[in-house]
Structure formats: C-alpha cells, structure tokens
Nanobody, 117 residues
C-alpha cells in the first residue's frame, strides 16, 4: 500500500532553515507528482509546493513560500525533500507530503514545524 513518511520537522527561530524529507513506498514513485501541503488548526490544508514526475519536472510554489522554499525529489531513492529557508512564524504548521494517484490523494502522517523566538 502507499506509504509516505515525513521527517525533519522541529522548532526553529525566525530566519532559520529546515529540511523536510518524505520517504515514499508502495507505488511507482517516479510516475507521479509529489507535493507538500501544510495545515494549521482550524484551517484547510494549503498546497505549498509540488514537483512533477519527470526531473527536471514542472515545479510550483505557493506565493507565500516562493523564493524561500525549494522542493526536490530523488527518484533513485524514492525521496522528496522540502528545503525551507528564512522561516517565518506564519510558516508554523503541520507539513504533509502527498501524492495523487487517481482517484485518491494520499498523505503521510505529517511533521510539525514551529517557528518561534
């Protein structure tokens, strides 16, 4: 079955950097776009970044993270990453990696990122 396992979340000060990782298994990783979402309590999940299957694939970012976050993937290791720099308190959220394999979207369990001084 599809499994997505995120790691790398922690607490960091404003202006700091973090790298999140997503280990994928149970499906053909290189075939599908992989995405990162984030969610804060009481709010819907927000698409942060996505990278298409073929490298160098189409990459998209939300306006809120453009220029600060970089999404990447390693199809040889079935791993996706999200490099986050210049972190702001408003980046505080649970971060999820996700894959859409029609008709279902799968999410991992999430990793918490907290940005506070």
């Amino acid at each position: 079955q599809v499994q997505l396992v995120e790691s790398g979340g922690t607490s960091v000060q404003p202006g700091g950097s973090l790298r999140l990782s997503c280990a994928a298994s149970g499906y053909s990783f290189r075939t599908y776009t992989i995405s990162w979402f984030r969610q804060t309590p009481g709010n819907q999940r927000e698409l942060v970044a996505s990278i298409a299957a073929v490298v160098p694939g189409q990459i998209r970012y939300s306006d809120s993270v453009k220029g600060r976050f970089i999404i990447s993937r390693d199809n040889s290791r079935n791993v996706a990453s999200l490099q986050m720099t210049n972190l702001k308190p408003e980046d505080t959220a649970m971060y999820y990696c996700s894959v859409l394999i029609p008709p279902q979207r799968f999410y991992g369990q999430g990793t918490q990122v907290t940005v506070a001084s």
